[in-house]
């Protein structure tokens, strides 16, 4: 499958599409601003215990505490924290001694029972804030690299599950063994599947070299300082999904450019070759068809083609998704057979909806009813197939008595949400931008058409009435009609239709000829 990331950068921040046969799939933004990202180390200071939740609330800079569960202690937070109180003193070097493995904590025990409020904790964080919520924090330290992640006061070895190969999950771990410095534990991520020794143990160094950098800027360190700052979103997206099957990565910034060529470099030798910068006077989310698959797939309603559509709706608690199979039928098929074909559509569809808009925590579907067993299942196969290549974590549940399929989703950030309304000041209205936009895009159509026959205006433009207003009212030389006449070099009127519906629109000539 080809993939292709396409980055639109501007001096505050960037944007990221990840394109899979030119299908949008992964949209990630980057606030420059941003601040609290997820792998971020701080020192912080315990504010004030809640018992009730077996938890803490700790200061680590941000207007709202961080919530800290008795859970994200970590079974090693002893070990952490008396390794971590001697490096702020700089009474302690930057190895791990089994003199300072200290005993599990009880998985059971009480959050009292170990913080009291005043106390400094170094901390990370582990979900970026979210609506009215701080940032959910962990003291169980890691360091996340290409290949691995390198975890403090363990000895832990272990493998992602998602290789499947024994050989390949034995020469992994045994490699991992052998080189695994005292005192840390390592996880050996997918990526590392048939990486060579030399490059895992590369991606080591760098880990070894980060945790001298944590070691170095916590000593000394007061609260409120994050002493070790994960890499920018953009290389940690890089990082986290670099693998052959890129075939192009574009920018549409010649200096970012050469920032991500040498990154890419690093953690993929021979691909930094892979990344060009856009030429096109075109801006580059136009010329990759980014920008009209994003109006079209965030919006409430999600159309999957033949009928078929997604109403999607996002809550405190949950997201919501229900299946409507609209006016799709086929006489030859029954309506359990439609029914399913249409789940099975659906089921790709959220399984790109989940990744495109990040949504996280609980999940539900409301898909078609089925009465065949058989068919429940194919479904929850094909919508787990088509989960497989999602990185978050995720459990997908049978479907329930009433057909709804929950799904639980890890949530690190909240879920990307994009205006799909476009305002006309005049009326103070909203109008779908996907409407407007595929006026637009036929109209620009019909008019390079006409242009590479010979052929002149003007033409016209049949709508509902509400349609016209947005698409008329205003100052004449500010209007979208006039706009559009400009922009594309042939004058369009636009009239209004009482009998059509909504999204009925027709184009004709001057001797109404209709116009495709």
């Not at 599990?104 to 609506?131: C, R, W």
Request: hydrophobic share 40%; charged share 30%; net charge positive.
């Amino acid at each position: 499958m080809r993939n292709e990331l396409v980055i639109q950068a501007s001096e505050s921040d960037a944007v990221i599409a990840l394109l899979q046969e030119g299908r949008l799939m992964e949209l990630v933004k980057e606030d420059g601003d941003q601040a609290y990202s997820v792998g971020d180390i701080y020192l912080g200071t315990v504010r004030k215990l809640a018992q009730s939740l077996n938890a803490a609330f700790v200061d680590v800079g941000y207007e709202k505490d961080a919530f800290l569960h008795y859970h994200d202690l970590g079974p090693q937070y002893m070990s952490g924290k008396a390794f971590y109180e001697k490096v702020i003193k700089g009474k302690q070097n930057t190895k791990i001694a089994k003199s300072d493995l200290l005993p599990h904590i009880d998985k059971n025990g009480s959050i009292d029972k170990v913080l009291k409020s005043g106390d400094q904790i170094l901390v990370q964080i582990a979900k970026e804030p979210i609506s009215t919520k701080g940032p959910r924090i962990t003291a169980d330290i890691s360091l996340a690299g290409r290949f691995m992640v390198l975890v403090p006061f363990s000895d832990r070895v272990s493998v992602s599950q998602k290789i499947r190969d024994r050989k390949e999950k034995e020469r992994l771990r045994k490699l991992a063994k052998k080189i695994r410095p005292n005192g840390f534990g390592m996880i050996l991520r997918t990526v590392a599947k048939n990486m060579s020794a030399e490059d895992i143990q590369a991606d080591l160094d760098d880990l070894v070299n980060k945790w001298k950098n944590l070691h170095r800027q916590l000593r000394g360190a007061k609260p409120r300082k994050c002493v070790l700052r994960e890499v920018d979103r953009l290389n940690a997206y890089l990082r986290d999904i670099m693998s052959d099957s890129f075939e192009k990565i574009v920018v549409d910034n010649a200096e970012l450019t050469g920032e991500i060529r040498e990154y890419v470099e690093t953690i993929a030798p021979g691909k930094g070759k892979i990344v060009q910068t856009h030429s096109s006077e075109v801006p580059i989310f136009q010329h990759y068809n980014v920008d009209r698959q994003t109006k079209s797939a965030f919006g409430r309603t999600v159309n999957m083609g033949k009928g078929t559509y997604l109403i999607v709706e996002h809550t405190e608690a949950m997201h919501v998704i229900d299946v409507n199979s609209g006016n799709r039928s086929n006489k030859n098929e029954s309506q359990e057979d439609n029914a399913i074909a249409v789940n099975l559509i659906a089921a790709d569809e959220v399984a790109r909806q989940l990744r495109l808009r990040d949504m996280g925590g609980i999940i539900c579907i409301d898909f078609i009813d089925m009465q065949r067993s058989e068919n429940r299942r194919k479904l929850v196969k094909h919508l787990s197939d088509a989960m497989a290549k999602d990185r978050a974590r995720h459990k997908i549940l049978p479907p329930s008595k009433f057909g709804i399929v929950e799904i639980t989703r890890q949530r690190v950030r909240p879920v990307q949400q994009i205006q799909t309304k476009e305002k006309n000041p005049d009326l103070m209205v909203d109008a779908p931008i996907t409407m407007i936009d595929a006026l637009e895009h036929k109209f620009d159509k019909i008019v390079a058409s006409r242009l590479s026959k010979g052929k002149e205006g003007p033409i016209f433009l049949h709508v509902h009435p509400f349609i016209h207003a947005f698409l008329t009212q205003g100052w004449w030389w500010e209007t979208i009609e006039r706009k559009w006449s400009k922009t594309y070099g042939m004058k369009l009127t636009i009239i209004p239709r009482d009998a059509f519906k909504m999204l009925d629109y027709r184009f004709q000539d001057l001797k109404q000829h209709l116009l495709n």
